[in-house]
Antibody, heavy 118, light 106 residues
Framework: EVQLVESGGGLIQPGGSLRLSCAAS????????MSWVRQTPEKGLEWLSV???????YYADSVKGRFTISRDDSNNTVYLQMNSLTTEDTALYYC????????????WGQGTLVTVSS | IQLTQFPSSLSASAGDRVTITCRAS??????LAWYQQKPGKAPKLLIY???TLHSGVPSRFSGSGSGREFTLTISSLQPEDFATYYC?????????FGQGTKLEIK
């Protein structure tokens, strides 16, 4: 069974850093494109970043230079390192699978909540 | 690429036929997906490639369109269909989503 489980969210002060994890089971992350998406009531769903099967990455302008996506193939886990956090980064963060050449996000995790507040 | 969904909210009754529209700021061929989201849950894939029903999705859901304008139609609303619906373009990065359409019970 395919499953994605995010963790690492929490309360963090502005300017701080946090690393989110997305543990995958039922498939191998290195064979797929893996994305991070966040959601707020105000902005809805916002795509943030992808790591391609070959390891390349791409970022939304809103997080470029602050967030870094990576993966650990041995642990079948994808990460999102978030630095220089602001209150605008408060959101529910999801990881999602986009199969290589699939052009859709077929599996999503349950989300992990990040709250940036002093 | 920006996606504009309309209406942003919709009231309907069980058994009704409803249509949601998603318009892209530039052509995206057929690289469009539709998702359903219920409160407290992650989005769930309904349709991809504009008109292909994802495995396990009831046939009352259908999608159409190409280029810049797309529609999601639910032919006969069931109680479990009241949710928020999002479109997403996968023609290019950054992947973008519409702002959502909240479907409520009349």
């Amino acid at each position: 069974e395919v499953q994605l489980v995010e963790s690492g969210g929490g309360l963090i002060q502005p300017g701080g850093s946090l690393r989110l994890s997305c543990a995958a089971s039922g498939f191998t992350v290195r064979s797929n494109f893996m994305s991070w998406v966040r959601q707020t009531p105000e902005k809805g769903l916002e795509w943030l970043s992808v790591i391609y099967s070959r390891g390349g990455t791409y970022y939304a302008d809103s997080v470029k230079g602050r967030f870094t996506i990576s993966r650990d193939d041995s642990n079948n886990t994808v990460y999102l390192q978030m630095n220089s956090l602001t209150t605008e980064d408060t959101a529910l963060y999801y990881c999602a699978r986009e199969g290589d050449g699939a052009w859709f996000f077929d599996y999503w995790g349950q989300g992990t909540l990040v709250t940036v507040s002093s | 690429i920006q996606l504009t969904q309309f209406p942003s909210s919709l009231s309907a009754s069980a058994g009704d036929r409803v249509t949601i529209t998603c318009r892209a700021s530039q052509g995206i061929s057929s690289y469009l997906a539709w998702y359903q989201q219920k409160p407290g849950k992650a989005p769930k894939l309904l349709i991809y490639d504009a008109s292909t029903l994802h495995s396990g999705v009831p046939s009352r859901f259908s999608g159409s369109g190409s280029g810049r304008e797309f529609t999601l139609t639910i032919s006969s609303l069931q109680p479990e269909d009241f949710a928020t619906y999002y479109c997403q373009q996968l023609n290019s990065y950054p992947r973008t989503f519409g702002q959502g359409t909240k479907l409520e019970i009349k």
